[in-house]
């Protein structure tokens, strides 16, 4: 698994929106929010483009998309926002380019389908907040300070409260993941996440229970869950019941279809669609450890 180099000040970073249309004002804040850190930013020329739900259309998000991964001085791309539409450009995009000139992608949600893919590749990339959630002042934004000192190689460790439902146990493995929705809409497709003896990380937003039990199940039954090394579950927001109760909770709906088996599982990890979204280093190897006193998520750069 190749790791694209953490970033020097001065460098160029990528801004593209491939999935949902955004608000001008944020991507401008964006800019002067990495500006301000020392990056050289450079705009998608689509990036300010709406079309419906979109950030333009296909064909103009894609090209946005492949200037970025083809640009040999870009040295990461960060997503502007999520929501949907990265799986409708995924297979107009090359990566020839982009594997001989790598560069890190960042994001989360949508951009799970660039996550995947870059890891079929063998290619590390970053799970982390994006442009739609900065705020003007890096400090208010624990997130955002975060994927700082994480571009500036200070972040490799991490220490959490404990989860009534976690297993303990220790770990060390390639960790990868995203969007449980995501990962469950790639299965059978040559997109699909790879995560026999892996740490996996799963996050979702606004599902009602019943479907959230779904893509467990999909999970479960697709063997994705079986071969793990560990478990992390981040983010599991503002999920809804239905009349009559589905009867079990969001916690106790991933902790029913892992109970099989025997690896390290913790709950409550700050990434997702929650205040906290704490950058993830997909593909690279990390140690997970869990016990009743504590948890912890290492790695080295």
């Avoid at 953490?6 to 002067?32: M, Q, S």
């Avoid at 893509?215 to 869950?225: E, V, Y």
Wanted: glycine share 8%; with cysteine.
């Amino acid at each position: 698994m190749f790791q694209p180099a953490l970033l020097n000040k001065g460098d160029k970073i990528g801004l593209v929106a491939p999935a949902g249309k955004i608000d001008r004002k944020k991507i401008d804040l964006a800019k002067t929010v990495l500006e301000s850190i020392g990056y050289e930013v450079i705009l998608g020329k689509h990036v300010y483009d709406e079309h419906h739900i979109f950030a333009g259309t296909d064909e103009n998000r894609a090209a946005d998309f492949q200037f970025m991964l083809d640009h040999e001085e870009i040295k990461a791309i960060i997503c502007a926002r999520g929501g949907y539409g990265c799986i409708r450009i995924i297979d107009k995009l090359t990566f020839d380019a982009f594997e001989r000139h790598p560069k890190l992608l960042i994001g989360f949600s949508d951009i799970t389908i660039f996550h995947s893919r870059l890891n079929h590749l063998h290619f590390g990339s970053l799970h982390a907040t994006m442009p739609i959630n900065f705020t003007e002042n890096i400090a208010d934004s624990g997130s955002l300070q975060k994927l700082v000192d994480y571009l500036d190689g200070k972040l490799m460790h991490y220490q959490i409260p404990t989860h009534q439902l976690n297993r303990s146990g220790y770990c060390e493995a390639q960790l990868v993941g995203g969007n449980l929705s995501i990962i469950c809409s790639l299965n059978a497709t040559d997109h699909e996440l790879n995560t026999h003896r892996k740490i996996l990380f799963i996050e979702d937003l606004n599902e009602d229970l019943y479907h959230l039990d779904r893509l467990m199940q999909n999970l479960k039954l697709s063997g994705k869950l079986a071969h793990l090394e560990g478990l992390i579950i981040g983010g599991i927001s503002d999920m809804k019941d239905s009349d009559p109760s589905f009867g079990k909770s969001a916690y106790e709906i991933i902790h029913d279809a892992i109970k099989d088996y025997n690896y390290p599982v913790i709950f409550d990890f700050p990434a997702g669609h929650i205040d906290q979204n704490w950058p993830l280093p997909l593909g690279k190897k990390v140690t997970l450890s869990a016990s009743e006193k504590e948890v912890t998520l290492d790695w080295k750069n």
